[in-house]
């Protein structure tokens, strides 16, 4: 059964360092993979959806990785801002399009 | 504006009687999901539909059902929800199965007494 881990849990960061948020998978067979932001108390914001067949995709300040051989996806967030304090979810796409969500981790970039 | 809305957004009730979540979606997308959340658990996926009449089980089927007669709804039914389906639901769609931005919902957030 597909798990999807994501480390560390919470960070706490001052402004304008660069981060990465690591997302792990344990089957390989995997669609698609995107990740999210969810503001507290609000639905989810797709961030970047990286199709199986990728490497990387880019959005302004982020930068998704994929690894479907060693079960892992990073998001990189370079000089982070205090706007960016969320909590950021990936979510393994399966071959039977169900959505395999990780716990999260939530961010705080300090002013 | 294209939007996910969901209705209510907030329901409290009691074991056993019988209620619906209303989900629907203006972007006229194929796909749409409910999850829910919980405290430790992350979001899961409860059922989710690729098509009109196309509907399949998430994780965590148990306890819900799911039509899908047109388009652009996709109600969630708790026939006869216990206090374990207190949670904050979401609904969401996208234009393709898996292949393109999942949008969703604000949220409903449900206390079954």
């Known amino acids: 059964k597909q798990e999807v881990t994501q480390i560390p849990a919470a960070l706490s960061v001052p402004e304008g360092e660069n981060l990465v948020l690591n997302c792990s998978f344990t089957?390989?067979?995997?669609?698609?993979l995107q990740w999210f932001r969810q503001d507290p108390g609000k639905g989810l914001t797709s961030l970047l959806l990286?199709?199986?067949?990728?490497r990387e995709q880019t959005s302004g300040r982020l930068n998704a990785s994929l690894d479907k051989s060693s079960g892992r996806s990073t998001l990189y967030i370079a000089a982070s801002q205090p706007g960016d304090s969320a909590t950021y979810l990936c979510a393994v796409i399966t071959g039977t399009y169900k959505y395999i969500f990780g716990t999260g981790t939530r961010l705080k970039v300090l002013a | 504006e294209a939007q996910v809305t969901q209705n209510p957004r907030y329901l409290i009730t009691v074991t056993g009687k019988k209620l619906t979540v209303t989900c629907s979606q203006n972007m006229n997308h194929e796909y749409m999901s409910w999850y829910r959340q919980d405290p430790g658990l992350g979001l899961r996926q409860i059922y989710y539909s690729m098509n009109v009449e196309v509907t399949d089980k998430g994780d965590v089927p148990e306890g819900y059902k799911v039509s899908r007669k047109e388009k652009r709804n996709f109600p969630l039914i708790l026939e006869l929800p216990s206090p374990n389906q207190t949670s904050l639901y979401f609904c969401?769609?996208?234009?393709?199965?898996?292949?393109?931005?999942?949008?969703f919902g604000p949220g409903t957030r449900l206390t079954v007494l």
């Open positions: 089957d390989s067979a995997i669609y698609n």
């Open positions: 990286i199709q199986s067949s990728q």
């Open positions: 969401a769609s996208s234009s393709t199965s898996g292949g393109d931005t999942q949008y």
